[in-house]
C-alpha cells in the first residue's frame, strides 16, 4: 500500500508510469469502465474545491467504482480523534482522498489508516494538481518534456512546492519568479527550499520579464491561499500582498510578442494574478488543464490500486 501525500517518495519512472497511464486511458476510456468496480474513495474536504471533488468523483465513477463526498464540518471529523473516524472510514472504503488545511492532519489521517490515502491538496502540497500540469505540458509539447521549460510566476506555495518535487524528478526545467526567494510562509517545506538551491533543473529569480523569455509555458496561481481570500481578518496583509504582487501580474504587456502556453491551475482571481484577457488568450491552455484534473486522478488512482 503507497500512500500519496505528496510525490517525495515516488520514483521518477513511477511518476511517468503514472502520468503515461493517463494518457492511455484518457485515449482509450471505454477500455477502462470496469477497472474500480466495487470500490469507493471516501472524499473528505476540510476546505472548498469545485475542480478536486468534481474530478476525483467522476473518475470514480468513470472507472467503475464510487466516490463519497465528506464536508469535515458535517461529519464527526469536528467531534472526535482524526485517526479514530479514520480508522473507521478505512473499514468500509478502500482508498481516501483529503484537502485539509494542515499536512500535519493529513498525516494523522495516513497513521490511522487501513487503506491508501491521497492528498487532495493541504497548505504545504498539491500533488494531484502537479501531476495534471506536466500531463497538460505533455499533451501540448512536441518532443520529449524534459526539452520543455517551465516558468511559474507569483508567490510559492502548495502548488509550486508539488511542481519543485515533480519537475526535479523528471528533469523539466523550472524557473520560480517569486519576489522572495526563500518561503518563509506556512507552506514553506525544508526538502523543497533544499532542492530550489540545489537541483540543476529548478532555479529561481525575481525579475518576470527576463525570466519568461524563451518559456514553453507560463504558470501563474494565487498571490493569496484560498482560505484567506475572503476573510476579513486578512484584509490588511491581503492588501499588502496585492501591492508587492502587482509586477508579477500575467497581462497582455508581460506576454507581448511571447510565443509560450499560459497556465493557472484555478480558481481564478481576475483582475489579480491574471488579467481575464489572457485566460482566454489564444495562448491559454488553462481550460484544458482544469479539464485534466479528471484524466490525472484516472491514471493516479490506476496506480495506487495497483500498489494496494
Ligand atoms: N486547482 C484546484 O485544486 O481546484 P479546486 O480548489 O477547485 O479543487
Given at each position: 500500500m503507497r500512500h500519496i501525500?505528496?510525490?517525495?517518495?515516488?520514483?521518477s519512472a513511477e511518476l511517468q508510469e503514472i502520468l503515461e497511464k493517463a494518457l492511455v486511458i484518457k485515449a482509450n476510456p471505454g477500455d477502462f469502465r470496469?477497472?474500480?468496480?466495487g470500490e469507493s474513495l471516501a472524499m473528505i474536504f476540510q476546505k472548498t474545491s469545485t475542480r478536486t471533488r468534481v474530478s476525483f468523483e467522476v473518475a470514480m465513477t468513470e472507472l467503475g467504482g464510487h466516490g463519497i463526498y465528506i464536508d469535515w464540518a458535517t461529519s464527526n471529523f469536528v467531534l472526535s480523534g482524526i485517526e479514530y473516524e479514520t480508522e473507521y472510514l478505512s473499514r468500509n472504503v478502500s482508498s481516501i482522498m483529503a484537502r485539509l488545511l494542515h499536512h500535519s492532519d493529513l498525516l494523522r489521517i495516513i497513521s490511522g489508516s487501513q487503506v491508501p490515502v491521497i492528498n487532495g491538496c493541504c497548505e504545504k502540497f498539491h500533488p494531484c494538481q502537479a501531476l495534471t500540469d506536466v500531463l497538460t505540458m505533455m499533451e501540448h509539447h512536441?518532443?520529449?518534456?524534459?526539452?520543455a521549460r517551465l516558468v511559474y510566476v507569483g508567490v510559492q506555495n502548495n502548488v509550486s512546492n508539488s511542481l519543485v518535487i515533480l519537475c526535479s524528478k523528471l528533469g523539466i526545467s523550472l524557473t520560480l519568479v517569486t519576489p522572495d526567494e526563500i518561503d518563509n510562509g506556512e507552506t514553506r517545506d525544508a526538502d523543497v527550499q533544499d532542492i530550489i538551491r540545489n537541483s540543476a533543473v529548478i532555479t529561481h529569480t525575481r525579475d518576470p520579464v527576463i525570466a519568461?523569455?524563451?518559456?514553453d509555458f507560463v504558470y501563474t496561481d494565487t498571490w493569496i491561499d484560498m482560505q484567506y481570500f475572503n476573510d476579513p481578518d486578512h484584509e490588511v496583509e491581503k492588501l499588502a500582498r496585492l501591492e508587492k504582487m502587482m509586477p508579477y501580474q500575467i497581462n497582455e504587456k508581460l506576454l507581448a510578442g511571447l510565443d509560450c502556453r499560459i497556465m493557472h491551475d484555478m480558481p481564478i482571481h481576475d483582475g489579480f494574478e491574471i488579467t481575464s484577457d489572457m485566460v482566454y488568450d489564444?495562448?491559454?491552455?488553462i481550460f484544458q488543464q482544469a479539464e485534466n484534473r479528471l484524466h490525472a486522478q484516472k491514471g493516479l488512482l490506476w496506480w495506487v490500486y495497483q500498489q494496494a
Open positions: 501525500p505528496n510525490l517525495k517518495d515516488l520514483t470496469n477497472l474500480l468496480e512536441e518532443g520529449d518534456i524534459t526539452s519568461i523569455q524563451g518559456a489564444d495562448r491559454s491552455i
